[in-house]
C-alpha cells in the first residue's frame, strides 16, 4: 500500500506509543516521516525501528524556538510539508480540590498551546491537498473523575479542528481530529498493569484496549486522500467508549 508515497509527515509525541505506530505506518505506506519529542532516548529507539525514512528532532511543543528548529530541518531536507500529526498530550489524574494552576499549565501549554503552534508554524511549508490531524480523546466527550483538565483539554482540541477547518477555507488544507480510547501504549501498560488493562478494556463494548496500530491504521488514512472529503471531523478509535 502506497497511499501517502513521497508524502512529508511531521509527527509530533512521535517516538513512542500512538505517535511511533503512526510513524511505522506512514513510512510503510510510502511517506518520509520527522518525529518530534523531548526524550533523545526514546528518539534515538524509534529511529532504529523505523529506518532510513525517518529523521528525529529533540524538542518541546511547548517551547516555540524547539517548534522553529523541527519545521527548519523539515524545510531544509523536504522543501515542503504534506501532513502534521500534532499527537504530544500530557496530563495525568488531579481531582477537584486538589488541582493546582501548575496542573493546569502543564496540560494546557502541552495539548492546547503546544497544538496550536505546531499546526500554525507548518502552515508556510504546506500546499493544497496537505492534511493536519489533531490527537484528541475519548475524554475530551466523557466525564472521567480527576481528569477534568486533561478532558477540557482534549474538548478545546475538538474546537481548534472545527475553528481552523475555517481558518483553512480555500486553502486546499484539511484537519481532522483522531480521538482513541484505551490504548495499549507502553505508558498505560506501565501504569495500569495486567489487571488494569483488562478492566479499563472492558469498560468499552469490544472488550478491550486498541493496539497501538490500530490507531497508526486509521491516522494513515486521515493523512491520504482517501479521506479527501473529510474536513473538521472528529475520527473516534475508541472501541465505543464515547459513543455508547
Known sequence: MTR??????VITGGATGIGLAAAKRFIEEGAFVFIFGRRQEALDAALAELG????AVK???SNQADLDRLYAAVQ???GTLDIVLANAGA???LPLGQITAEHIDETFDTNVKGTIF????ALPLMKPGGSIILTGSSAGATGAPGFGAYG???????????TFALDLKGSGIRINVLSPGPTATELAKAALGEEGQKAYGMMTPLQRMADPAELGAVAAFLASSDSSF????????DGGLAQV
Open 52 to 55: 532510513p525514512n525517518a529523521r
Open 152 to 162: 477540557a483539554s482534549k474538548a478545546a482540541v475538538r474546537n481548534l479542528a472545527q
Open 4 to 9: 501517502l508515497n513521497g508524502k512529508t509527515a
Open 230 to 237: 473529510m474536513t473538521a471531523s472528529e475520527v473516534a478509535v
Open 118 to 121: 505546531t499546526v500554525q508554524k
Open 59 to 61: 524538542g518541546s511543543v
Open 76 to 78: 531544509a531536507e523536504r
Open 91 to 93: 496530563g495525568g489524574p
